[in-house]
Structures are given as C-alpha cells and as structure tokens.
C-alpha cells in the first residue's frame, strides 16, 4: 500500500520568500512521485516528476523537490514565490508498471497563499 | 489546456438518483483514469480503463462503473446516488505502458442533494 502526507494544510508567505512544501510518502516499492498544481475550478497540472532517475528534479514555473529515501521526502521549493503561484498543490505516489502509472495516492493537499 | 474535455461542468442530482459524466481523452492517449476529489482532499482513485476494459480500481463500491469506446471517449456512471458522493470528478487520459504523465481535465462538480 502506498501513502502520502503533506504537512501543513495551509502555507503562507510573502511574495519574494522561498516556498516549502512539505511531502512524505510511503511506499513498499520504489516510488515514483509527483507534485501537482490545482487553481480554483480548474484540473491538475503536473509540475514535476521523480521516476528514479536524479534525484532533484526541476519542473515547471521554477519549482523543484529532491527525493530523499532516507527521509521518504519529495519536498517541493521555489526561491522566490510570484502571486501567480497563488494555488492548492498536491504530493502524489504511484509505482511503475503500466497499470500503476494512471492510479495515484495523492496526499490532502497544500494550500498556498502569497501575500504582496 | 490539456486536450482532455470533460462535459457537464456542473450537474445537481437528487439522492437516489443515476448520473453520467462524460470525458473525451487527449488525441493518442488510449488509457483513461477517474477520479473523485471531495471538498478539501486530495483526488482519489475511482478505475482505470485500458482497450474498452477496466484496469485497476480503487475502493469505490460497484454502483461506480465505467466505458470506455474505441474513440478512447470514456463515462463514469454512478447508481443510487449518495449525498457524499458530491464531489469534483476528474478524468486523466494518458498512454499506456510509459511514463507519460496524466493529462488531466478541469472535472464535473457534482452535487447530490
């Protein structure tokens, strides 16, 4: 079985500050995870994706996460947060195989608010 | 934009009742996954469907079924609805057996009163 947990259902910075948020998982085989964003009435976007190759990965509008096994993370940062960035964002799981990559765990979601 | 449509936007269903919610897949993408994403969670896995068959499936009770066709168009059908049932219900196209990612469409908000 596979799991996620984000810590923190809210995060709350100023516009300019470093963005972390926080992604555990667990999994009993190797993990592929994903970070994804969802503004109001919209669908997921991918941000980035870790499927065992390097370990920090960069994706889209400046965001990065680095796994770490030892510590079963996959934190997603930003150097500097945009207004624009204004978004509830979700850590997911899933394992390889072509059955596993459509179904995702997702974990509760993060919401983050940007203040000018 | 994703190239994954999904129709209606919103619907308002009485308790008991049936509903169809309908999802067009991204051109190419033969493998359709659903969702169901409950106010304040994280989407969760509803079934996956591959070739006209479903291909994995989450905890959801069997009232929850699905088709796929062979334009790769896909529903998800839900009988006697519940009132927990409302949620934003999201489909996800991708093609099999890579790595691609899931492109996913903006959902149907569905409300069971």
């Known amino acids: ?12 910075v100023s516009e300019g500050a470093l963005v972390l948020l926080r992604c555990n998982y667990s999994s ?27 370990t920090l990965v960069k994706g889209i509008n400046g965001f990065e996460a680095e796994f770490k096994k030892s510590e079963t993370s996959f934190h997603l940062t930003k150097p500097s947060a945009h ?14 195989g072509g059955t596993s990559y459509g179904k995702l765990t997702f974990g509760q979601g993060t919401i983050l608010t940007v203040h000018p | 934009e994703t190239g994954v449509t999904q129709s209606p936007t919103h619907l308002i ?11 067009s897949s991204q051109s190419g993408h033969n493998t359709v996954s659903w ?19 479903e291909n994995g499936r989450g905890n959801f009770p069997p009232r929850f079924s699905g088709l796929q066709f062979p ?13 927990d049932d409302s949620a934003l219900y999201l489909c996800a196209s991708r093609a099999w057996a890579t790595n691609e990612k899931l ?5 149907t908000q569905l409300s069971v009163l």
């Open chain 1, 28 to 54: 009993s085989v190797p993990p592929y995870l994903f970070w994804y964003v969802q503004y109001p009435n919209q669908g997921l976007q991918l941000l980035l994706k870790y499927t065992s190759a390097a």
């Open chain 2, 13 to 23: 269903k009485t308790r008991g009742q049936q509903v169809t919610l309908r999802c």
């Open chain 1, 83 to 96: 207004m624009s960035d204004a978004a509830e964002y979700f850590c997911a799981v899933s394992s390889a």
């Open chain 2, 71 to 83: 334009n790769y168009s896909s529903e998800l059908n839900v009988n006697a609805l519940e009132l």
């Open chain 2, 103 to 107: 492109f996913f469409g903006s959902g």
């Open chain 1, 1 to 12: 079985a596979q799991s996620v947990t984000q810590l923190g259902s809210h995060v709350s």
């Open chain 2, 35 to 53: 969702y169901q994403q409950a106010l304040g969670q994280g989407p969760q896995f509803i079934f996956q469907y591959y070739r006209e068959e």
